[in-house]
């Protein structure tokens, strides 16, 4: 497969730097040009991919090159983004930042892979020649990698704009592509994990109509699409499987999926892989829905369960069905959000909010993170998903910690990076129950729907067994 969608890097020197806010504002306002634009997240970010899809008008993917190979990366965005008169990868932190002194898996590094042309979003706060100088640093720090252009945030006033403007062209020689003007206040409310999420704000619209203005009063889209259209063609093999393994058949069994406010966090890939092998994908909520039938599997991915647990709480006869059911061996596969839903209890905000109550273990928020990165699991106990000696790559990211001074049921995985839940393991296993903080991305990790096709299989003959012909 080859294209040659237009396509840019959004990058900046630092997180918070306004890289989301620019992703935002001119994927809107393209599209209000009639253009038919693709977004992308460079990183395991659940949340701004959200607002960028809402923006764009069309699912956001996650590009990371330590979850996923390659290879796997440039066909997942050039499958992506095919159809698309545009595609906006935004990227995470500082341009050059990655896991170590190398800059490994950095956002210069996802640049030169997609052959994308960069834009560098410059934070000018109480700055004026001196970002010219930044700039001229990011050209001349690594090979290889393309700065289409510049743009400007938090610009205070037009002499402000004008010296950094004419600084960066005498200096760099690069355009500079746009000013946005400062903001008084954050466009987008934001909590410990960043942003609201997408599904939550009510507000949405409104914000992103704003961050559009931004983009259309200060930002050249045509000069914008224009350094698109230097990125050329980009080649990726077609139709190939991770790591050339052959998914299993789903025909057949259906899998339920959590879906609402506080359960959301999921790559899509994921999502498609079991689609692609035939089974039947149903969402659930966990705060309206009554209870579960019909399902030969659960997955249970992140999210806010701390910031719904009210209304968690209230929907007991779901908890209750869920408890039944996996007690009497439905498959159950948790992440982080879903690990915290199946213990016994959650303590935030100065109240104690019961849980599922599959694992005998409380969790509690903290201030500060108790975990955050990548990781690097080995599965050293039998369970129901992975075989023993497997090796995984995923990330976690996590407020909550687990209170109880012993845990009585055994985890799955080793951490050879990471924290986990206690001691270096993650990955409580109760039954055919796996519940983990860490998140896993399908092309990166072809077990992860392999065991549960496989799980959900063994339940759905179990199953049409004890029912009979």
């Known amino acids: 497969m080859q294209i040659e969608t237009p396509r840019v890097v959004i990058a900046g020197l630092r997180g918070g730097s306004g890289k989301t806010t620019l992703s935002i504002g001119l994927m809107r306002a393209l599209r209000r ?3 038919r634009v693709v977004p992308f997240k460079k990183g395991p970010d ?19 090159p330590y979850l996923v190979p390659e290879d796997l990366i440039r066909q997942s965005f050039c499958s992506a983004s095919s159809w698309a008169d545009m595609a906006v990868i935004e990227g995470n932190r500082g341009l050059y930042d990655g896991m ?3 800059g490994s898996f950095s956002t210069a590094a996802l640049a030169r892979l997609l052959n994308a042309p960069v ?37 205070g006033g037009k002499r402000h704009e004008d010296i950094i403007r004419e600084s960066i062209l005498e200096y760099t020689g690069l355009p500079v592509l746009g000013a946005i003007r400062r903001e008084k206040a954050g466009l987008i409310p934001e909590r410990h994990l960043g942003l609201i999420t997408s599904a939550e704000f009510s507000g949405l619209e409104a914000v992103i109509e704003r961050m559009e203005e931004l983009v259309m009063e200060g930002v050249d889209l045509d000069q914008v699409v224009a350094v698109g259209r230097q990125a050329g063609p980009l080649s990726a093999s077609e139709g ?17 999926i959590i879906l609402d406010a506080a359960f959301q966090f999921y790559y899509p890939e994921n999502i498609e892989a079991l689609e692609k092998a035939g089974a039947e994908v149903i969402t659930v909520n966990a705060m309206e829905t009554p209870g579960l039938e019909g399902i030969d599997l659960l997955y249970i991915g992140g999210g806010f369960p701390e910031t719904n647990a009210p209304r968690i709480a209230e929907n007991r006869s779901f908890m209750d069905s869920l408890k039944r059911l996996a007690e009497g061996g439905l498959p159950v596969y948790a992440e982080c959000g879903g690990l915290m839903y199946l213990g016994r209890e959650l303590r935030t905000g100065g109240k104690i909010y019961p849980m599922t109550g599959l694992f005998p273990v409380s969790f509690e928020m903290n201030e500060r993170p ?3 990165g990548y990781t690097e699991l080995e599965v ?25 001074d012993e845990i009585t049921v055994p985890m799955a995985f080793r951490m050879l990076r990471g924290r986990g839940i206690r001691n270096g393991m993650d990955g409580l296993v109760y039954k055919n ?37």
């Not at 410059?122 to 720090?141: H, L």
């Not at 190939?240 to 339920?256: L, Q």
Request: hydrophobic share 40%; with cysteine; proline share 4%.
């Open 240 to 256: 190939k499987e991770p790591h050339g393994r052959v998914m299993p058949e789903g025909k057949g069994v259906r899998i339920g």
């Open 100 to 102: 170590d002194r190398e």
């Open 370 to 372: 108790v975990a955050h």
């Open 119 to 155: 834009i560098l979003i410059v934070d000018c706060t109480k700055a004026t020649r001196t970002v010219a100088a930044m700039v001229r640093g990011v050209m001349d720090f690594e090979e290889g990698l393309r700065i289409g252009g510049v743009i400007l945030n938090r610009i």
């Open 433 to 469: 129950i796996l519940a983990t903080y860490t998140h896993v991305h399908s092309l990166g990790a072809p077990e992860w729907a392999e065991g549960i096709l496989r799980a959900a299989r063994d339940y759905r003959r179990l199953w049409d067994e004890v029912q009979g012909p």
């Open 46 to 64: 659940y949340i701004d991919s959200g607002w960028l899809a809402r923006a764009a008008g069309a699912g956001c993917r996650n590009l990371d």
């Open 380 to 404: 050293t106990v039998e369970n129901p998903f992975y075989p023993v000696g497997t090796v995984l790559r995923g990330h976690e990211f996590h407020y909550s910690r687990v209170t109880d």
């Open 33 to 35: 040009r009639g253009l």
